[in-house]
């Protein structure tokens, strides 16, 4: 197995393994009608904590739950194979932090549950970074992530979705939480590649040590010629 596609493979083992989780979450509480949304994130309540850790991990119906895990493959595969050293890190904290601002922001409001929010930080994590970064394979992936998920950022405005019942308080928590994170962990992974121009620097010294020995050149003839006039 080439490597590039051995390391694409290995990056999507966490992220697989993480949509399982939620999928058998979502069809166990189905199954055997659990209620399980009601342990989801009650925004400023001491009983609503639980939910920086349990949020994402409930889903509503089949469609929610859909609308969440193929960009989560998605992004998390991008980012086990980029940071693969750091992905871990960089989850946790996405997942955390969108949690905790999520509770702070949502007062007042209902129940909040689902993974919209992790995917909106691993969305402005990327995107960020990889400006940060100025390489060209991350700027590669960002394009691809404008062009599939790039109306995102119609999650802050639930206006646009009558009907609908949007956290927009989860997903501009997450958008934020992926900002702090390409922040903090720009020293981290990938790096900008620095070009060693080395060759063509040593290539103009040679050119200046050879101009510098044709003027003293021309200037050891000059001298010669003033001396023979002045002979004669």
Known sequence: MKPELK?????????????????????????????????????????????????????????????????????????????????VKISIFCYLLTGIWTWFMGKGTGIHIGASGLV??????????????????????????????????????????????????????GAMAGVVAAIYFRDRGPQRIEWDWGDDDNDDDNDNDDNERGDGEENVMGNVGSSSGDEN
Do not use: C
């Open 120 to 173: 909106d930080s691993l969305i402005t994590f990327h995107l960020l970074s990889a400006t940060i970064r100025q390489r060209r394979d991350l700027e590669a992936y960002s394009l691809i992530i404008i062009l599939l998920y790039g109306g995102f950022i119609w999650g802050f405005f639930p206006d646009f979705f009558p009907g609908r019942a949007i956290s927009w308080q989860s997903h501009l928590s």
């Open 7 to 87: 390391k694409l493979t290995t990056a999507m083992v966490y992220p697989t393994l993480f949509i399982l989780l939620l999928t058998i979450i979502w069809f166990v509480d189905t199954y055997f009608e659990l209620g399980l949304g009601r342990y989801g994130m009650r925004p400023f309540t001491a009983e609503g904590l639980i939910g920086i850790i349990t949020e994402p991990l409930l889903h509503s119906d089949f469609e929610h739950l859909l609308s969440n895990i193929v960009p989560l493959f998605v992004l998390g595969t991008g980012l086990f194979f980029f940071y693969r050293y750091d992905a």
